[in-house]
């Protein structure tokens, strides 16, 4: 889901205060209305606001109303169980997934640029879901016309506020670990545990490979940013923010590590007194490389039009990383591939031959 940075700011602070009030309530509970499974028994999963929700069968009508946790579900083959999503913009996704999620139905209308309001209470009802999917405040917060957990669950529909998107977080984020349990809670749910055990292999394999490529090097200091996002100003990027993982992981050291949040408030005048190395240019999908190619000029030309900024060492050295957003902010199947990528930036000579 594409949210202004500043919008992200005010969800990570308001996410404990507005979803415990939802989650304080009946647990969720089961998803489905098809018969039992004998073979698959009564399971219950525990969410980022510690909502559970019981099933004794898989969902089989799903609404996914953030796009992050939809390329989850893509990927682990469950593109028949989807019934209704949040519009996915053009280029958000790979190939493959984009031609599948664009020809599912949409939940209040096609993609906008800059559209961020929440999926609503009657969007979400009419596609009659028995599982309800979500990873931002706004999609579970009642007051923005959403539903609440609670509420879904007096409706008897079972919901699931990932744990890789936006969850309240008690300390640093350093690897992929939450990532990984969505994975794992989603192959719990749809009895897909072979799929979704897989997938964590594979995302595995890639960032124990990078690890040994570049055990013992040096760690470059690297600042996240977003253009279009941040509009121009500067902010932090905690290290609560999923990028601070990544980062970690691929060798590098986050400027604003001491940063106790998500994201948080900085001047430009700070960027410069920690002198990075190294620039992330995060920049969300385009439908083509050229427009993809055009964003990531303009958020260089902020940093190289930018008299203050010229003696910092990756805008004096032209040390910048372009990654794709969605790939790199917000817990997705794409996170391990955001290591290699920064790792192969920060430590060339580590990947040679």
Same mark, same amino acid.
Request: aromatic share 10%; hydrophobic share 40%; glycine share 10%.
């Given at each position: 889901?594409?949210?202004?940075?500043?919008?992200?700011?005010?969800?990570?602070a308001?996410?404990?205060a507005?979803l415990?009030?939802?989650?304080?309530?009946?647990? +969720?509970? +089961?998803?489905s209305?098809?018969?039992?499974?004998?073979g698959?028994?009564t =399971?219950?999963?525990?969410?980022?606001?510690?909502?559970t929700s019981?099933?004794?069968? /898989?969902?089989t009508?799903?609404?996914?109303?953030?796009?992050?946790?939809?390329?989850? %579900?893509?990927?682990?083959?469950?593109?028949?169980?989807?019934?209704?999503?949040?519009?996915?913009?053009?280029?958000?996704?790979p190939?493959?997934?984009?031609?599948?999620?664009?020809? %599912?139905?949409?939940?209040?209308?096609?993609?906008?640029?800059g559209?961020?309001?929440?999926v609503?209470r009657?969007?979400?009802?009419?596609?009659t /879901?028995?599982?309800?999917?979500?990873?931002?405040p706004?999609?579970?917060d009642?007051?923005?016309?959403?539903?609440s957990?609670?509420?879904?669950?007096?409706?008897?529909?079972?919901?699931?506020?990932?744990?890789a998107?936006?969850?309240t977080?008690?300390?640093p984020i350093?690897d992929?670990?939450?990532?990984?349990?969505?994975?794992?809670?989603?192959?719990?749910?749809?009895?897909?545990q072979?799929?979704?055990?897989? %997938?964590?292999?594979?995302?595995r394999?890639?960032?124990?490979?990078?690890?040994a490529?570049?055990?013992?090097?040096?760690?470059?200091?690297v600042?996240?940013?977003?253009?279009?996002?941040?509009?121009?100003?500067?902010?932090?990027?905690?290290?609560?923010?999923?990028?601070?993982?990544?980062?970690?992981?691929?060798?590098?050291?986050?400027?604003?590590?001491?940063?106790?949040?998500?994201?948080?408030e900085?001047?430009?005048?700070?960027?410069v007194? =920690?002198?990075p190395?190294?620039?992330?240019?995060?920049?969300?999908?385009?439908?083509?490389?050229?427009?993809?190619?055009?964003?990531v000029?303009?958020?260089?030309?902020?940093?190289?039009?930018? /008299?203050?900024?010229?003696?910092?060492?990756?805008?004096?050295e032209?040390?910048?990383?372009?990654?794709?957003?969605?790939?790199?902010?917000v817990?997705?199947? =794409?996170?391990?591939e955001?290591v290699?990528?920064?790792? =192969?930036? %920060?430590?060339?000579?580590?990947?040679?031959?």
């Open positions: 889901m594409k949210v202004r940075r500043a919008g992200r700011l005010a969800a990570a308001f996410a404990c507005a415990l009030a939802a989650c304080g309530g009946p647990s +969720g509970t +089961g998803g209305t098809a018969a039992p499974d004998t698959y028994g =399971r219950t999963v525990t969410d980022c606001t510690g909502t019981t099933f004794t069968a /898989p969902p009508r799903v609404a996914t109303v953030t796009t992050s946790v939809l390329e989850f %579900l893509l990927t682990l083959g469950l593109r028949d169980r989807v019934v209704g999503v949040q519009a996915v913009a053009p280029g958000a996704f190939p493959d997934l984009q031609q599948q999620a664009d020809a %599912l139905p949409t939940l209040g209308g096609e993609y906008v640029p559209n961020f309001v929440p609503q009657e969007q979400v009802l009419t596609a /879901p028995d599982f309800v999917v979500g990873g931002w706004s999609n579970f009642s007051t923005k016309g959403a539903l957990q609670q509420e879904l669950a007096e409706r008897g529909i079972a919901s699931y506020f990932a744990l998107a936006s969850c977080r008690t300390g350093t992929l670990a939450v990532v990984y349990q969505d994975i794992e809670n989603y192959g719990t749910i749809f009895d897909v072979e799929q979704a055990d897989e %997938l964590i292999s594979r995302m394999r890639t960032v124990e490979d990078v690890q490529r570049i055990d013992g090097a040096p760690r470059p200091k600042f996240t940013y977003s253009l279009e996002d941040g509009g121009g100003n500067a902010y932090s990027a905690g290290n609560q923010f999923l990028g601070n993982a990544i980062i970690d992981l691929a060798g590098g050291r986050n400027i604003f590590d001491d940063v106790n949040a998500v994201y948080g900085a001047g430009w005048e700070e960027v007194a =920690r002198n190395d190294v620039i992330v240019l995060e920049v969300f999908g385009k439908p083509t490389q050229a427009e993809f190619d055009e964003a000029a303009k958020a260089e030309a902020v940093f190289t039009g930018n /008299p203050a900024l010229q003696n910092v060492t990756a805008v004096r032209r040390r910048f990383v372009p990654v794709q957003d969605e790939a790199y902010y817990g997705g199947v =794409r996170n391990a955001a290699e990528t920064l790792a =192969r930036s %920060l430590h060339p000579d580590a990947f040679v031959g």
